[in-house]
């Protein structure tokens, strides 16, 4: 690449959720005059979420995109050069270390603060999309307070989708958990737990073919030991859908020089967001398998960038 395309930078942030932004926001009043890429999904997973009620500091709640930009003006209000972009390669062989934006525009950056977030995986429905944030969800703690009462179904058959039924269990009145499989993959304590929870009904050998509704989901369509000769069509009526079939942690291009698990979340040392690279930094849900809040997302945004700062002064760039 011609050397005079390169753009050199000391702080880059990839990634625009509450980690991204967060991080935006300490390394703009820290002067580090950060350049931040917003990526596939500019606010993250946070603009598919209607209403958000367990952020801090909203008593009557806000919705995600309005409280992702917010986050945005306050880093911008400081001095952070946010720009539409999405990181397509990295190379963290060496400081510099070096990011090319949409396969064309080449950054060389002291410090480098990956938050670019999980991605829920989907059954693959149109209708996952046709009702997204009308009944559709992939978060149980986040939206799960919506379905009091209500009749809710969890799709999945391990720890996660346990966790998540056995969660919705103390909210809704009742709680489908669909199995494709004729078991659960959860550990035995998660199992037990949900066998012995009474308004749980574990549907074995149950595939999602469709959701209905006339504006939200009102059902489900199932089919029973699907392929077998015995196959059965199903309906449930149900008002929540979630999915609960785990994240994919946007991680891949940094595999080749960053430690990750077998999931693809990085490794960060025990209790702060630095990595096995000096001076690279994975904040938010990249490198969080456990607790995936948008709190926790901008807690290790601020961790991020005063590490990044520390870096910076004791390496003297």
Wanted: glycine residues 10%; contains cysteine.
């Amino acid at each position: 690449m011609d050397n005079s395309t390169i753009e050199k930078v000391r702080c880059l942030i990839i990634g625009s959720g509450p980690a991204g932004y967060t991080a935006a926001i300490y390394a703009s009043r820290a002067n580090l005059n950060p350049v931040l890429y917003e990526g596939i999904q500019p606010g993250g997973q946070l603009t598919t979420t209607t209403e958000v009620e367990n952020f801090p500091g909203y008593p009557n709640g806000i919705t995600g995109p309005e409280l992702m930009e917010d986050l945005k003006k306050q880093a911008v209000r400081f001095g952070a050069d946010i720009r539409m972009g999405i990181a397509t390669a990295a190379d963290l062989s060496a400081a510099p270390y070096k990011i090319t934006i949409d396969a064309e525009k080449e950054i060389e950056t002291e410090v480098l603060i990956i938050a670019t977030g999980a991605t829920a995986k989907y059954l693959g429905l149109p209708d996952e999309h046709k009702y997204a944030g009308m009944g559709v969800s992939a978060c149980a703690t986040c939206d799960g307070f919506f379905y009091r009462k209500k009749i809710v179904a969890v799709v999945g058959g391990g720890d996660t989708a346990c966790e998540e039924a056995i969660y919705l269990s103390s909210l809704a009145k009742q709680v489908y958990l669909i199995v494709r499989k004729p078991y659960l993959r959860a550990s035995k304590v998660m199992q037990e737990r949900v066998l012995n929870t009474p308004n749980i009904i574990v549907l074995f050998e149950h595939n999602t073919v469709g959701l209905f509704g006339e504006s939200g989901v009102e059902g489900a369509h199932l089919v029973k030991r699907m392929g077998q000769p015995d196959e059965e069509k199903v309906d449930i009526a149900i008002d929540g859908f979630f999915l609960a079939i785990g994240h994919k942690p946007n991680s891949d291009i940094f595999k080749q020089w960053l430690d990750t698990d077998e999931t693809g979340y990085i490794k960060t040392i025990e209790g702060t967001p630095r990595t096995n690279v000096p001076g690279v930094f994975a904040a938010g849900d990249v490198a969080d398998p456990l607790y995936r809040q948008a709190i926790t997302a901008a807690g290790s945004g601020c961790k991020a960038a005063i590490e990044a700062e520390r870096y910076l002064s004791e390496t003297g760039k």
